[in-house]
T-cell receptor, first 116, second 112 residues
């Protein structure tokens, strides 16, 4: 079955530092890839997505590129802020693995803490 | 504003009692989902429903039950058969197969 592997956290960075959170995946077909963000005590919010190889998703200064050759979708941001402190989930949706319905497979999440 | 509501935000129950968690959406989405989130384990799918009056078991359905009598509503019952029910429960919906999932704010259930 499909799977998503994220780097272990927590990740602690100083404000304005460069962020990379690694994500790799295995999938049967051609999945769509997502990054979700979860602030403390809240549900998940979609941060960005990419639906095919070489697509770049971007939002709020975050970016991730769908790399089929390395089966990766690493999240990056050039300059993090304290308000970016949250848990980040990489996820994929692969209809080929789920009989046609939109099953989403999530990684275990990476906690980011940004200190002033 | 369209969105997903879950109530209550915090829920406390005694062991042996059934409890029902509410999930309502006004996004006109066909598909709805229930996930359980435990620390360090990401999200695990409990049940999902693609259309009204139909639902399927997810990866960890044992000890849970659902209904989908209306498009807008997908309540989850945590039964006394669920061995470890204390967790954060998230409801989500999506328009169809190719679209991302939208999440509610979650319900934190504590069973003592």
């Amino acid at each position: 079955g499909d799977s998503v592997t994220q780097m272990e956290g927590p990740v602690t960075l100083s404000e304005e530092a460069f962020l990379t959170i690694n994500c790799t995946y295995t999938a049967t077909g051609y999945p769509s890839l997502f990054w979700y963000v979860q602030y403390p005590g809240e549900g998940l919010q979609l941060l960005l997505k990419a639906t095919k190889a070489d697509d770049k998703g971007s939002n709020k200064g975050f970016e991730a590129t769908y790399r089929k050759e390395t089966t990766s979708f690493h999240l990056e941001k050039g300059s993090v802020q304290v308000s970016d402190s949250a848990v980040y989930f990489c996820a994929l949706s692969d209809p080929m693995d789920s009989g046609g319905y939109q099953k989403v497979t999530f990684g275990t999440g990476t906690k980011l803490q940004v200190i002033p | 504003d369209g969105g997903i509501t879950q109530s209550p935000k915090y829920l406390f129950r005694k062991e042996g009692q059934n409890v029902t968690l509410s999930c309502e959406q006004n996004l006109n989405h066909d598909a709805m989902y229930w996930y359980r989130q435990d620390p360090g384990q990401g999200l695990r799918l409990i049940y999902y429903s693609q259309i009204v009056n139909d639902f399927q078991k997810g990866d960890i359905a044992e000890g849970y039950s659902v209904s989908r009598e209306k498009k807008e509503s997908f309540p989850l019952t945590v039964t006394s058969a669920q061995k470890n029910p204390t967790a954060f429960y998230l409801c989500a919906s999506s328009r169809d197969e190719s679209y991302e999932q939208y999440f509610g704010p979650g319900t934190r259930l504590t069973v003592t």
